[in-house]
């Protein structure tokens, strides 16, 4: 039994992180989520452990140390050991904004990002016995009501509260976000309608089923769950993208190990399985390896850097 | 009568296996101070992968209403709440246990948490869908004026005391405004400390200002921690019994308003039984004698906060939208099972969602032998157990528990420093619930506040977001007569004038 696992992860890690890594790993990985459990970040690494498993032949042990948004557990990463053990959920624009904006214990360049592996797009949802049937009817409502429509969306400073602000610009309205302290309470405005409309993500569309409608979304071409809904670009706003979620390593971590790392999350984003059930449940999978980070990095710090600054966020 | 069937699938020996296992291992995990039903409910979802979907609900349900009973042991046997769901049961079960009833107090938790429990699971199983849209009615002012409501409980909670347990509610909120603001993404008074960025997590300060104090206590006083009963056998359940049939008005509306309480994403088992204890005080011939040890006291508070359970699936399962914060691990669990919760669901997968709900209602069943069983237990190991004995076992679990909250020891500073203040605060007369109260609805009144201000400023009609809306009224009109009753009784000479006087009397020696 030990003889045919060890032969499978020999076999299994030989097939895609070359001989060097042929190891690598060769005891349970600590995945740590720094969301509580049940969030998207919980959902999405509980999805791929069983493919983690069945890729390195050895377990996935995912732990939460949420707090600050995040922060709590990220300003500890690189005091953990760098020896591929211990890997972290990071997020996206939480790990660029959450330094522009105050001292949380960590820079943005100090973390090790190794691979993104998805996102959840940003999207605008109406009741389903809403006035607006298309995003164009929210917009007209908007130019003549400046102020008046109002967006729910996950907290302040958030991918929603980006993503509405950007829209205002785009669209040239202006309206007005009420942030609410999860995904859970601001689409429960929505239907309740206590708002006009909500900016969240693609997921809650899964779970509100046919209560809400979908008027946009900043996936960069349409959900193949929700093909009714027309993206953002399409309708030609500029606004792609949402909150994207990766694994980050502590700083002292090798090289190969890095990229052995990114190699099997790339992997388990390819099995046909995996895709299904993560595009069911809303998400967008994407795939930035280890050696494409840096250019990624770049282009979303300076695209967040610019909201933020916009926005009043970036006070340091 | 198809509905029937999914009752015997709920019966298949597997499922009842366990439904008991969930409910022994979610009672124990709730009566140790520290481990909550969150914690328990999100250690045993990885177990639950394997099984089939309406199997993996039954467990975690059964796991998540056996830890909120199992708060009361500790609530009761060493005045520490096992959860935050038992605050309340403190209040009288201690008392309780003190003078020597601490099995009586145990049995009734039990009785009360079962009836509590069947109501909600009822209610779930026959009305969940249009309760639902109850959660819906609810919007930010109305949030922002149950929290108000919920903090005038404080003028009930600290007769004779008042001025006190103002002053301790004012430091909870101060506490709860620690940390990055939800709406605004603000940072305040955190000293420019990282510890505190997160803000001051309530089962941290629960444990820190409930068990540290008791835990010094303990230390520095030479009396036993409980006093014995003459005679030690017996459950002393036909005496439960016929307090609880005597106390069924007050169980059935404690339950009723667990259940609705639950429905309301953001509020939980802490509120509604807070909610439920102060209306069966307001409601009782003999308002003074809750705090002291009064039977219904605890009937009110357990029976509530079971009834949470069943009422916090409703939103969960018809609109995905998670009522507590187990239901939002659970949520999380059913997802990844590739199960679309939501409106659809009672339709598509009827089976899943009956199945679990009778499983749900078996489970609270099975909670009565299983309860008095483990009840008796706790009851003799604590008074069994010697002192020095209890004291380094509390206090290692004091530090467990509040580590184990984020896998983080910033949790385990903050609980230790708000237990020495605690402890401080205890010797000057000041009680820690006033302070815990503050901290819990500090933050639903404030995001409830900025949110209505923030919308109606948007739609030009401030005023009318806090005051024009007919559900927000019946909860100011709530809070005002729970304010001002002891002066309302007086003038409408309502029957019970000893007590009554004396409440106000007490009111205004402070």
Same mark, same amino acid.
Request: net charge neutral; with cysteine.
């Given at each position: 039994?030990?003889?045919?696992?060890?032969?499978?992860?020999?076999?299994?890690?030989?097939?895609?992180?070359?001989?060097?890594?042929?190891?690598? @790993?060769?005891?349970?990985?600590?995945?740590?989520?720094?969301?509580?459990?049940?969030?998207?970040?919980?959902?999405?690494?509980?999805?791929?452990?069983?493919?983690?498993?069945?890729?390195?032949?050895?377990?996935?042990?995912?732990?939460?140390?949420?707090?600050?948004?995040?922060?709590?557990?990220?300003?500890?990463?690189?005091?953990?050991?760098?020896?591929?053990?211990?890997?972290?959920?990071?997020?996206?624009?939480?790990?660029?904004?959450?330094?522009?904006?105050?001292?949380?214990?960590?820079?943005?360049?100090?973390?090790?990002?190794?691979?993104?592996?998805?996102?959840?797009?940003?999207?605008?949802?109406?009741?389903?016995?809403?006035?607006?049937?298309?995003?164009?009817?929210?917009?007209?409502?908007?130019?003549?009501?400046?102020? +008046?429509?109002? $967006?729910?969306?996950?907290?302040? !400073?958030?991918?929603?509260?980006?993503?509405?602000?950007?829209?205002?610009?785009?669209?040239?309205?202006?309206?007005?976000?009420?942030?609410?302290?999860?995904?859970?309470?601001? =689409?429960?405005?929505?239907?309740?309608?206590?708002?006009?409309?909500?900016?969240?993500?693609?997921?809650?569309?899964?779970?509100?089923?046919?209560?809400?409608?979908?008027?946009?979304?900043?996936?960069?071409?349409?959900?193949?769950?929700?093909?009714?809904?027309?993206?953002?670009?399409?309708?030609?706003?500029?606004?792609?993208?949402?909150?994207?979620?990766?694994?980050? %390593?502590?700083?002292?971590?090798?090289?190969?190990?890095?990229?052995?790392?990114?190699?099997?999350?790339?992997?388990?984003?390819?099995?046909?399985?995996?895709?299904?059930?993560?595009?069911?449940?809303?998400?967008?999978?994407?795939?930035?390896?280890?050696?494409?980070?840096?250019?990624?990095?770049?282009?979303?710090?300076?695209?967040?850097?610019?909201?933020?600054?916009?926005?009043?966020?970036?006070?340091? | =009568?198809?509905?029937?069937?999914?009752?015997?699938?709920?019966?298949?020996?597997?499922?009842?296996?366990?439904?008991?296992?969930?409910?022994?291992?979610?009672?124990?995990?709730?009566?140790?101070?520290?481990?909550?039903?969150? +914690?328990?409910?999100?250690?045993?979802?990885? $177990?639950? $992968?394997?099984?089939?979907?309406?199997?993996?609900?039954?467990?975690?349900?059964?796991?998540?209403?056996?830890?909120?009973?199992?708060?009361?042991? &500790?609530?009761?046997?060493?005045?520490?709440?096992?959860? @935050?769901?038992?605050?309340?049961?403190?209040?009288?079960?201690? @008392?309780?246990?003190?003078?020597?009833?601490?099995?009586?107090?145990?049995?009734?938790?039990?009785?009360?948490?079962?009836?509590?429990?069947?109501?909600?699971?009822?209610?779930?199983?026959?009305?969940?869908?249009?309760?639902?849209?109850?959660?819906?009615?609810?919007?930010?002012? #109305?949030?922002?004026?149950?929290?108000? $409501?919920?903090?005038?409980?404080?003028?009930?909670?600290?007769?004779?005391?008042?001025?006190?347990?103002?002053?301790? &509610?004012?430091?909870?909120?101060?506490?709860?405004?620690?940390? %990055?603001? %939800?709406?605004?993404?603000?940072?305040?008074?955190?000293?420019?400390?990282?510890?505190?960025?997160?803000?001051? !997590?309530?089962?941290?300060?629960?444990?820190?200002?409930?068990?540290? @104090?008791?835990?010094?206590?303990?230390?520095?006083?030479?009396?036993?921690?409980?006093?014995?009963?003459?005679?030690?056998?017996?459950?002393?359940?036909?005496?439960?019994?016929?307090?609880?049939?005597?106390?069924?008005?007050?169980?059935?509306?404690?339950?009723?308003?667990?259940?609705?309480?639950?429905?309301?994403?953001?509020?939980?088992?802490?509120?509604?039984?807070?909610?439920?204890?102060?209306?069966?005080?307001?409601?009782?011939?003999?308002?003074?004698?809750?705090?002291?040890? #009064?039977?219904?006291?605890?009937?009110?508070?357990?029976?509530?906060?079971?009834?949470?359970?069943?009422?916090?699936?409703?939103?969960?399962?018809?609109?995905?939208?998670? /009522?507590?914060?187990?239901?939002?691990?659970?949520?999380?669990?059913?997802?990844?099972?590739?199960?679309?919760?939501?409106?659809?669901?009672?339709? #598509?997968?009827?089976?899943?969602?009956?199945?679990? +709900?009778?499983?749900?209602?078996?489970?609270?069943?099975?909670?009565?032998?299983?309860?008095?069983?483990?009840?008796?237990?706790?009851?003799?190991?604590?008074?069994?157990?010697?002192?020095?004995?209890?004291?380094?076992?509390?206090?290692?679990?004091?530090?467990?528990?509040?580590?184990?909250?984020?896998?983080?020891?910033?949790?385990?500073?903050?609980?230790? %420093?708000?237990?020495?203040?605690?402890?401080?605060?205890?010797?000057?007369?000041?009680?820690?619930?006033?302070?815990?109260?503050?901290?819990?609805?500090?933050?639903?009144?404030?995001?409830?506040?900025?949110?209505?201000?923030?919308?109606?400023?948007?739609? /030009?009609?401030?005023?009318? +977001?806090?005051?024009?809306?007919?559900?927000?009224?019946?909860?100011?009109?709530?809070?005002?007569?729970?304010?001002?009753?002891?002066?309302?009784?007086?003038?409408?000479?309502?029957?019970?004038?000893?007590?009554?006087?004396?409440?106000?009397?007490?009111?205004?020696?402070?």
């Amino acid at each position: 039994m030990l003889k045919t696992l060890a032969a499978a992860v020999l076999v299994a890690t030989a097939a895609f992180a070359g001989p060097a890594m042929a190891e690598y @790993p060769e005891r349970p990985v600590n995945y740590i989520i720094a969301f509580n459990p049940g969030g998207e970040s919980d959902v999405a690494a509980r999805l791929q452990q069983p493919y983690w498993e069945k890729i390195t032949g050895k377990p996935l042990v995912i732990q939460y140390q949420a707090g600050a948004g995040g922060a709590q557990a990220w300003s500890k990463l690189n005091s953990m050991e760098g020896d591929g053990y211990t890997i972290m959920g990071t997020n996206l624009p939480h790990t660029i904004l959450q330094p522009l904006e105050k001292d949380v214990g960590y820079e943005t360049d100090d973390l090790v990002h190794v691979n993104f592996f998805h996102y959840t797009p940003d999207a605008i949802f109406v009741p389903a016995d809403s006035q607006f049937k298309t995003l164009q009817d929210l917009i007209d409502y908007a130019k003549k009501n400046p102020g +008046m429509v109002t $967006f729910s969306g996950s907290g302040s !400073n958030s991918s929603n509260h980006l993503a509405q602000q950007r829209f205002d610009e785009l669209a040239g309205v202006k309206t007005t976000y009420i942030p609410f302290s999860g995904t859970g309470p601001a =689409m429960t405005a929505v239907l309740g309608k206590q708002v006009t409309a909500g900016f969240n993500y693609s997921t809650s569309a899964v779970n509100a089923g046919d209560k809400v409608r979908m008027l946009a979304v900043s996936s960069d071409e349409r959900m193949s769950n929700f093909s009714d809904t027309p993206t953002f670009k399409e309708l030609g706003f500029d606004l792609v993208g949402g909150a994207y979620r990766g694994i980050g %390593v502590p700083k002292s971590t090798p090289e190969d190990i890095r990229k052995a790392i990114s190699d099997i999350v790339t992997k388990i984003n390819q099995d046909p399985k995996f895709i299904k059930q993560m595009e069911d449940a809303g998400f967008v999978l994407t795939d930035i390896p280890y050696s494409e980070m840096k250019a990624f990095m770049d282009e979303r710090k300076a695209f967040y850097t610019d909201i933020a600054k916009k926005m009043g966020i970036a006070k340091r | =009568m198809e509905v029937l069937g999914y009752l015997i699938d709920a019966l298949t020996p597997l499922n009842l296996l366990l439904a008991v296992g969930g409910v022994v291992l979610g009672t124990v995990i709730g009566a140790l101070p520290g481990l909550s039903a969150t +914690m328990a409910v999100a250690v045993l979802v990885p $177990f639950t $992968f394997a099984m089939n979907p309406a199997s993996a609900l039954i467990v975690l349900g059964a796991i998540y209403t056996g830890a909120i009973y199992g708060g009361s042991y &500790a609530a009761i046997l060493v005045n520490t709440p096992g959860t @935050p769901s038992s605050i309340a049961t403190t209040f009288d079960g201690y @008392p309780m246990a003190k003078r020597g009833d601490g099995t009586l107090a145990v049995t009734l938790a039990t009785v009360s948490s079962v009836i509590g429990g069947i109501v909600g699971a009822l209610f779930l199983l026959l009305l969940a869908p249009p309760l639902a849209n109850f959660a819906l009615a609810f919007g930010p002012p #109305e949030y922002f004026w149950l929290a108000v $409501f919920g903090l005038t409980l404080i003028s009930a909670l600290s007769v004779g005391n008042l001025l006190k347990g103002l002053i301790g &509610a004012c430091f909870g909120l101060l506490l709860a405004m620690v940390g %990055v603001a %939800v709406v605004g993404g603000d940072i305040r008074f955190t000293m420019d400390s990282q510890i505190l960025l997160g803000g001051i !997590n309530v089962v941290s300060a629960l444990i820190g200002l409930y068990c540290i @104090p008791v835990l010094i206590d303990l230390v520095a006083t030479p009396d036993p921690h409980l006093k014995v009963e003459q005679e030690l056998g017996g459950y002393r359940l036909k005496e439960a019994l016929s307090i609880a049939w005597r106390g069924k008005v007050n169980a059935i509306r404690s339950s009723v308003l667990g259940t609705l309480i639950g429905i309301l994403p953001g509020a939980g088992g802490s509120i509604a039984s807070l909610v439920a204890y102060s209306e069966a005080r307001r409601s009782s011939a003999h308002p003074e004698r809750f705090g002291t040890g #009064e039977p219904n006291g605890i009937i009110a508070t357990e029976s509530s906060n079971n009834a949470t359970v069943g009422g916090g699936f409703i939103p969960t399962l018809v609109l995905g939208i998670p /009522g507590t914060p187990p239901d939002a691990i659970i949520l999380g669990a059913l997802l990844v099972q590739g199960i679309k919760i939501g409106p659809s669901l009672f339709t #598509e997968q009827g089976s899943i969602v009956y199945t679990f +709900m009778f499983g749900l209602l078996i489970a609270t069943v099975l909670m009565f032998p299983v309860g008095l069983l483990l009840g008796r237990y706790a009851y003799k190991s604590i008074i069994t157990i010697p002192k020095a004995m209890l004291v380094p076992v509390v206090a290692f679990m004091t530090v467990i528990g509040s580590f184990a909250i984020h896998n983080n020891l910033d949790d385990v500073l903050v609980m230790f %420093v708000l237990g020495v203040i605690g402890w401080v605060l205890n010797r000057l007369g000041f009680q820690p619930s006033p302070i815990v109260l503050g901290l819990v609805l500090g933050q639903i009144a404030e995001q409830g506040f900025v949110q209505s201000y923030l919308i109606g400023n948007a739609q /030009g009609n401030v005023l009318g +977001m806090f005051f024009g809306r007919p559900l927000s009224l019946v909860i100011v009109a709530l809070a005002v007569l729970t304010l001002f009753y002891p002066l309302i009784a007086k003038r409408w000479g309502v029957k019970k004038p000893s007590s009554v006087t004396a409440t106000a009397e007490a009111r205004n020696a402070d």
